[in-house]
């Protein structure tokens, strides 16, 4: 019996290795995806290859030395709306992400140390608020306050609250069942300090997984509302809007819907991967499998 223990372990080994592996590439392929994309908004901050405003390029000009991934039907540089694309949409990430954080973990511990009736009622109304697509509550939200990029950080923030205050509920009433919260109480630690202590450490892991998806999310969003002219308004260029912008002259000028297209597609794969790579560290269960 133990010949046969040994040869499965030995067997086994090399699997766990190629799985530790895989999650290692996947973890650091994200990471390279999504830093391209962060590194090209930083360089925006600090250079830009023409103003976002300057209409001095030939019309639909094609990718060359002076405009390398030419201009659009106004004659604007495409490389600089990438580029300050890109700056939009982490920053709209960020902080719907900032947003839905802060607002979720509030409501979620609240409905976690509620009254049985204060519960029902959270969950019910954060049920009702996550039965709506992100999409549609952010449209309604800009409706109202008007198309800002502001208004489309708070629009997606309030709609992805409703998502981490769920999930954060959930977590914190599972660790508000462990032994260890009872000896806790019994030595004299308040509700605060068990918070502090326990609840918020041991829900980190899987909220941070969360919100990196929630991040993704987020960057879809905004594109889809300046796709439907609800998101930043001009000057500023957004991946959403040069798509709806150059959807017209697809067959002609190609470049002006693929690079957004591209850019968008890496950004959200690279912090979907980030979050398997996160995912598998988080949970234990994941990395026995």
Same mark, same amino acid.
């Given at each position: 019996m133990s010949d046969i223990a040994t040869q499965d372990a030995a067997a086994a080994a090399p699997r766990k290795a190629r799985t530790r592996r895989g999650r290692r590439a *996947?973890? &650091?392929i994200g990471s390279v995806l999504a830093a391209s994309i962060v590194? $090209? #908004? %930083?360089? =925006? $901050?600090f250079w830009l290859p023409y103003e976002q405003a300057d209409t001095s390029g030939t019309r639909l000009e094609s990718p060359n030395a002076t405009h390398w991934l030419g201009t659009d039907k106004l004659g604007r540089d495409l490389m600089t709306q990438l580029m300050v694309g890109a700056r939009i949409a982490l920053t709209v990430g960020a902080g719907s992400v900032a947003i839905a954080a802060v607002l979720g973990l509030v409501l979620g511990l609240v409905?976690?140390?509620? !009254?049985? !009736? $204060?519960? /029902?009622?959270? =969950?019910?109304a954060l049920d009702v608020v996550i039965a709506f697509p992100v999409l549609l %509550?952010?449209?309604? &939200? +800009?409706? +109202?306050?008007?198309?800002? %990029? !502001? =208004? #489309?950080?708070l629009a997606i923030g309030l709609a992805q609250s409703a998502v981490v205050a769920r999930l954060v509920r959930i977590l914190a009433r599972r660790v508000l069942g462990e032994q260890y919260i009872t000896a806790s109480r019994t030595s004299g630690t308040r509700w605060p300090g068990v918070v502090g202590a326990h609840i918020l450490p041991n829900i980190a892991p899987?909220?941070? *997984?969360?919100? #990196?998806l929630q991040f993704g999310i987020a960057v879809l969003a905004e594109a889809s509302l300046s796709y439907l002219g609800l998101g930043a308004p001009p000057p500023n260029a957004s991946w959403g809007r040069m798509l709806q912008e150059a959807q017209g002259t697809v067959l002609t000028a190609p470049v002006g819907a693929i690079a957004p297209g591209i850019a $968008? &597609? +890496?950004?959200? %794969?690279? &912090?979907?991967?980030?979050? /398997?790579?996160?995912r598998d560290v988080a949970d234990p269960t994941r990395r026995r499998r």
């Open positions: *996947v973890l &650091v590194l $090209l #908004a %930083l360089v =925006s $901050l409905a976690a140390f509620a !009254w049985p !009736w $204060l519960d /029902d009622t959270l =969950s019910a %509550l952010a449209m309604l &939200v +800009v409706a +109202v306050q008007g198309a800002s %990029l !502001w =208004s #489309a950080i899987m909220l941070g *997984v969360n919100l #990196a $968008l &597609v +890496v950004l959200v %794969l690279g &912090v979907n991967f980030i979050a /398997d790579g996160l």
